[in-house]
């Protein structure tokens, strides 16, 4: 089916406003991701869902930031009360999941979210 | 700090010619995968070559492995203005899940 798809594809906001990044992962895919990448720069892991376990919340830099995966499919990314440091592309992928562990799969990204806090 | 650290930076070459960058890292991994990157956008996955691989091959692209200095290549051979990406190597970084960790990137621009 479809690859990974995010909206909105550019956001400009203001500092101190909140905002929602969206992600719909590949249909059947049971993992999914975020990470962020700021100008230049590498992928920084934020959150990792896998199925029904409890995600993996250890890259979230800050308690501004959360997300949720809602019915094992799309992923919603909020942060609140931005700041002009979370100005990045913020990039969603999945992957087919129930590896074993330490298994690598493959990762499918979106095209991600440029977020501009001014 | 991060796992993987591409070398070199940026990398400019004539179309036609050879492309090496090498990730060096810092901790044991199970995997690594090469992933490209266009215009700042969505990553595209390369290939993945797993711990106990020295070498691997798809196409234009060779990757090498070597876990006892803790690096791995990537090269693609007679480049094509197309080409023109960042590349990106990533490890995994835990026992459980699939968490990515990603070097910062070698810039490859192709000349035409």
């Known amino acids: 089916g479809a690859g990974v798809s995010q909206s909105p594809s550019n956001k400009v906001t203001e500092k101190g406003k909140d905002v929602e990044l969206r992600c719909d992962p590949i249909?059947?895919?049971?993992?999914l991701y975020w990470y962020r990448q700021s100008l230049g720069q590498g992928l920084e892991f934020l959150i990792y869902f896998q199925g029904n376990s409890a995600p993996d919340k250890s890259g979230l830099p800050s308690d501004r930031f959360s997300a949720e995966r809602t019915g094992g499919s799309v992923s919603t990314l909020t942060i609140q009360r931005t700041q002009q440091e979370d100005s990045a592309v913020y990039l969603c992928a999945s992957s087919p999941g129930g590896g074993l562990a330490g298994e690598q799969e493959t990762q499918y990204f979106g095209p991600g979210t440029r977020l501009l806090v001014l | 700090s991060q796992q993987g650290e591409e070398d070199p930076q940026a990398l400019s070459i004539q179309e036609g010619e050879n492309a090496t960058m090498n990730c060096s890292y810092k901790?044991?991994?199970?995997?690594l995968q090469w992933y490209r990157q266009n215009s700042g956008r969505g990553l595209v996955h390369l290939i993945l070559i797993r711990s106990n691989e020295r070498e691997k091959h798809s196409g234009r692209l060779r990757v090498t492995l070597d876990t006892s200095k803790k690096s791995s290549s990537l090269l693609i051979t007679a480049s094509r203005a197309a080409d023109t990406a960042s590349y990106f190597c990533a490890t995994d970084i835990g026992a459980a899940g699939n968490k990515l960790t990603f070097g910062g990137g070698t810039r490859v621009l192709v000349k035409p």
């Open positions: 249909s059947g895919h049971t993992a």
């Open positions: 901790t044991s991994i199970n995997n």
